[in-house]
């Protein structure tokens, strides 16, 4: 085992394609495979540049130490070092790394991030401005406007987006729905559409004569749809463009948090909004909506429980409700 596992400590990037392939195989998510692609790339271009150093503990928290100096977010190096833990252990169970180094290689611990990540919401009103952002007399600003009605009013990824076929959108209970949305690490679920969000779909695939395959497609310069389906990257820019429009700098992943405040807001249970999430962790939702614990009004005094009478403190009652 001696010669496989100097092939892994002495091969370059082109050669480690079978090994990179292992990594890649096991992960289900397509988000996480190009983003673990992109880790395993640049890791592979770093040892290159630093003469090939075998693939050991130090190695990895050299190039951990690297990530660091290149002032990359925490969150973004934790998910790179998870990536190359992931090819230790690939690689230890097909018999190209010793078991004793991808362990050690397993342990190095990741970047602990200072303080909570500040989320970007929109306004209810910002979020009406966004949807009448795009020229509804043209077939871009139907798709466009589309596109933005789902990822605010159904709190879709964007991969979600591009990924989304005719088939997808069936009626439940007298309403319509995305049904077996596959969402990250495979969690499948089905997506409720308000009616204003389905008016949007309506007139966009009514002017594009979308019947079946992918909704939304691109159009080229000369405003005529193309028989593609749009990138993320696509989405991404759809968002941008029509968030500078009325002065916010506005990412997809916003909406995203948006919808889940402004349900919240409306009265929207938490365990519905994770539902309609697709989170796996209510504390991930509570996240998207920027909870943070109330102790002067804290929900348990609100349990019309407790020793005292309403006689003893007439002039200060024991409860106070709230509408």
């Known amino acids: 085992m001696r010669g496989a596992a100097l092939v892994v400590n002495s091969i370059s990037q082109r050669d480690f394609g079978p090994v990179k392939a292992l990594v890649l195989n096991s992960v289900s998510s397509p988000l996480t495979k190009v983003l673990y692609a992109r880790a395993l790339?640049?890791?592979?271009?770093?040892?290159?540049?630093?003469?090939?150093?075998g693939f050991t503990r130090a190695t990895l928290q050299a190039h951990r130490s690297w990530l660091e100096q290149q002032?990359?977010?925490?969150?973004?190096?934790?998910?790179?070092?998870?990536?190359?833990?992931?090819?230790?252990?690939?690689?230890?169970?097909?018999?190209?790394?010793?078991?004793?180094?991808?362990?050690?290689?397993?342990?190095?611990?990741?970047?602990?991030?200072?303080?909570?990540?500040?989320?970007?919401?929109?306004?209810?009103?910002?979020?009406?401005?966004?949807?009448?952002?795009?020229?509804?007399?043209t077939l871009k600003g139907k798709r466009d406007r589309a596109i933005l009605a789902m990822l605010i009013g159904c709190a879709l990824r964007r991969s979600e987006v591009v990924a989304l076929r005719v088939h997808h959108l069936q009626q439940r209970d007298g309403r319509w729905v995305i049904v077996d949305l596959c969402g990250k690490h495979g969690r499948i679920r089905t997506v409720p559409i308000p009616t204003w969000v389905i008016q949007a779909l309506d007139a966009w695939t009514g002017s594009s004569g979308i019947v079946a395959g992918g909704?939304?497609?691109?159009?080229?310069?000369?405003?005529?749809?193309?028989?593609?389906?749009?990138?993320?990257?696509?989405?991404?820019?759809?968002?941008?463009?029509?968030?500078?429009?009325?002065?916010?700098?506005?990412?997809?992943?916003?909406?995203?948090?948006?919808?889940?405040?402004?349900?919240?807001?409306?009265?929207?249970?938490?365990?519905?909004?994770?539902?309609l999430l697709g989170h796996a962790s209510i504390q991930t939702t509570e996240r998207y909506l920027g909870t943070r614990q109330n102790l002067a009004d804290a929900p348990n005094d609100r349990l019309g429980l407790g020793w005292e009478t309403r006689e003893t403190h007439a002039a200060q009652p024991v409860f106070e409700h709230r509408n």
Not at 41 to 53: A, K, S, T
Not at 244 to 268: F, M, N, Q
């Open 71 to 137: 002032e990359y977010a925490p969150s973004t190096i934790n998910q790179r070092l998870a990536a190359l833990r992931k090819l230790a252990r690939e690689a230890a169970a097909n018999g190209v790394l010793d078991a004793e180094t991808a362990a050690a290689i397993d342990q190095v611990p990741g970047i602990k991030a200072q303080g909570i990540r500040a989320g970007n919401w929109l306004t209810r009103q910002q979020a009406a401005d966004l949807l009448r952002s795009p020229d509804a007399q």
């Open 215 to 275: 909704i939304f497609r691109a159009i080229n310069r000369h405003g005529i749809l193309m028989r593609d389906s749009l990138s993320t990257q696509a989405v991404l820019d759809v968002v941008k463009e029509h968030g500078e429009t009325i002065g916010l700098c506005v990412r997809p992943h916003d909406l995203r948090r948006t919808c889940a405040k402004l349900c919240r807001s409306g009265g929207g249970e938490l365990e519905q909004i994770q539902m």
């Open 41 to 53: 790339d640049e890791f592979f271009r770093w040892r290159l540049e630093h003469g090939l150093p």
